[in-house]
Each structure stands twice: as structure tokens, then as C-alpha cells.
T-cell receptor, first 113, second 114 residues
Framework: ETGVTQTPRHLVMGMTNKKSLKCEQH?????MYWYKQSAKKPLELMFV???????ENNSVPSRFSPECPNSSHLFLHLHTLQPEDSALYLC????????????FGSGTRLTVV | AQSVAQPEDQVNVAEGNPLTVKCTYS??????LFWYVQYPNRGLQFLLK??????LVKGSYGFEAEFNKSQTSFHLKKPSALVSDSALYFC????????????FGQGTTLQVKP
């Protein structure tokens, strides 16, 4: 375990469902991130939170809704997704932002049917 | 703007041979450089980082990387590859210390054949 826990590990959902991904870290980090990784492999940064405040949204469709109730927890609420949203969703955390590196969770493998 | 390039989509190496995975970067200011490894359906795992000091950085699993300021490169190396090293490798950089966001390269798949 890296100290960043993501649940569930796998999720299959229909296009009309609503589900949430959860990320939890107890490393004392103040920044948290959501990434999408499709089969073509590059990492796509979705959202950045610093001290619970969203500081970056990279033109992510509104069907993805993040929530950061405190510095230790991060959620990604999903609704009316499309099949092309199927991917590995990775959460990461860091102390400060870049200089100390990021700690990643194991990811949630999402399949939209 | 900060950027990272990993020019090779895939690197193929025979087990026991040395391996190199290439990374070049562009940042303003002094770079903080990282290598991560990803195994299938897993998150990224930290391998090593360069902040300052000796240009040759040693990391986990026998990997090392050499920082070359004049060539703006940070290539990952290992003297003798193992089949178990087969994975996806990401280079990352930030140019503003602990206030700068990490920028990741596109990733390079390393295939080590027996």
C-alpha cells in the first residue's frame, strides 16, 4: 500500500447510473489530484485540489463532478457517462505540489456499458 | 511552458542487457525530475528523483538516472535488465520546486524478453 487508497478497484456502470469513486490519503498531504488513463496510456489530469479548494479543472465534462470535503478525502461523482469514459481513474496526493513528487493510489478500473 | 518528452513509445531489450529509457524536458528555473513505473492495472510507483547535487541518481530496483543540464535530459538506466522490469515508465518534471505542478511524459513501454 502506498498510503493512498482508492475504492472501488473495479466498477461497471450503465450510462444512466450514478456512482462515486473514493480516494483517501493519510499521509498529511494537502494537494490531491484526479487523473484519467485510457488505453492509449498518457495520463490526463482532470482536477487539482489544494487545501480542499479546487485549483484546476482541465475542461472536464460536467458528468464528472469532484468533491473534496477535507484534505484527506477526494471523491469523483459520475452520472450519465459515455462508453468512451471507460478508463483507469487514478488519484494522487502530494505535499505542496510538485517538488516532493506525487503518491498514487492503485486506481479504479471503470467500464461504462 | 513546462513540458516533458519521452521520444520512444516502446523499448525492447533482452534480459541481462543494459537498458535506457529516454526523457527530455523543458522548464523555467531549476528542474525537479522524477521517474515512475506502472504495472498493469496499478497506480504509478515512485522510482527515483533528482532535486540537486550529484547528476547520477540511484533509485529502486537497481534503476538509476543521469541528469544532463546541457542536454536537458534525464534518461533512466539499468545495467542489466530483468523480465520483471517490463512495465510502463513515466518521466515527470516541475520547474518551481514544491509549488509547481508535476508534468508527466507520455510514457514508454519497456519490454524485456528472456
Amino acid at each position: 500500500e502506498t498510503g493512498v487508497t482508492q475504492t472501488p478497484r473495479h466498477l461497471v456502470m450503465g450510462m444512466t447510473n450514478k456512482k462515486s469513486l473514493k480516494c483517501e490519503q493519510h499521509l498529511g498531504h494537502n494537494a490531491m489530484y484526479w487523473y484519467k488513463q485510457s488505453a492509449k496510456k498518457p495520463l490526463e489530469l482532470m482536477f487539482v485540489y489544494n487545501f480542499k479548494e479546487q485549483t484546476e479543472n482541465n475542461s472536464v465534462p460536467s458528468r464528472f463532478s469532484p468533491e473534496c470535503p477535507n484534505s484527506s478525502h477526494l471523491f469523483l461523482h459520475l452520472h450519465t457517462l459515455q462508453p468512451e469514459d471507460s478508463a483507469l481513474y487514478l488519484c494522487a496526493s502530494s505535499q505542496g505540489q510538485g517538488g516532493y513528487g506525487y503518491t498514487f493510489g492503485s486506481g479504479t478500473r471503470l467500464t461504462v456499458v | 511552458a513546462q513540458s516533458v518528452a519521452q521520444p520512444e513509445d516502446q523499448v525492447n531489450v533482452a534480459e541481462g542487457n543494459p537498458l535506457t529509457v529516454k526523457c527530455t524536458y523543458s522548464v523555467s528555473g531549476n528542474p525537479y525530475l522524477f521517474w515512475y513505473v506502472q504495472y498493469p492495472n496499478r497506480g504509478l510507483q515512485f522510482l527515483l528523483k533528482y532535486i540537486t547535487g550529484d547528476n547520477l541518481v540511484k533509485g529502486s530496483y537497481g534503476f538509476e538516472a543521469e541528469f544532463n543540464k546541457s542536454q536537458t535530459s534525464f534518461h533512466l538506466k539499468k545495467p542489466s535488465a530483468l523480465v520483471s522490469d517490463s512495465a510502463l515508465y513515466f518521466c515527470a518534471v516541475t520547474g518551481r520546486g514544491n509549488t509547481g505542478k508535476l508534468i508527466f511524459g507520455q510514457g514508454t513501454t519497456l519490454q524485456v524478453k528472456p
